[in-house]
């Protein structure tokens, strides 16, 4: 994420999903998590996500 502007700014960074191949109804993205970060004038910051396995995970037609 990057702050181009002289002052320093909040933001929100949101991490989505989307199916491949589903083999029920899906919609096209999941919001699977979001952070808000502080970020001062004309700097960077890397952002990284680690959902775990229940946040990406979904049931099939038979529940499983």
Same mark, same amino acid.
């Given at each position: 994420?990057? +702050?181009?502007t002289?002052? $320093?700014?909040?933001? *929100? *960074?949101? /991490?989505?999903?989307?199916?491949?191949?589903? +083999?029920?109804?899906? $919609? *096209?993205? =999941?919001?699977? =998590? /979001?952070? @808000? +970060? !502080?970020?001062? =004038?004309d700097?960077?910051? @890397?952002?990284? /996500? !680690?959902?775990? @396995? $229940?946040?990406?995970?979904?049931?099939?037609? !038979?529940?499983?």
């Open positions: 994420m990057t +702050n181009a002289d002052s $320093p700014e909040t933001e *929100v *960074v949101q /991490f989505y999903t989307s199916p491949e191949l589903p +083999n029920v109804a899906r $919609p *096209v993205q =999941g919001l699977k =998590g /979001f952070q @808000r +970060n !502080d970020i001062d =004038g700097e960077s910051e @890397r952002i990284t /996500f !680690d959902p775990s @396995r $229940p946040q990406l995970a979904y049931h099939d037609r !038979d529940a499983i």
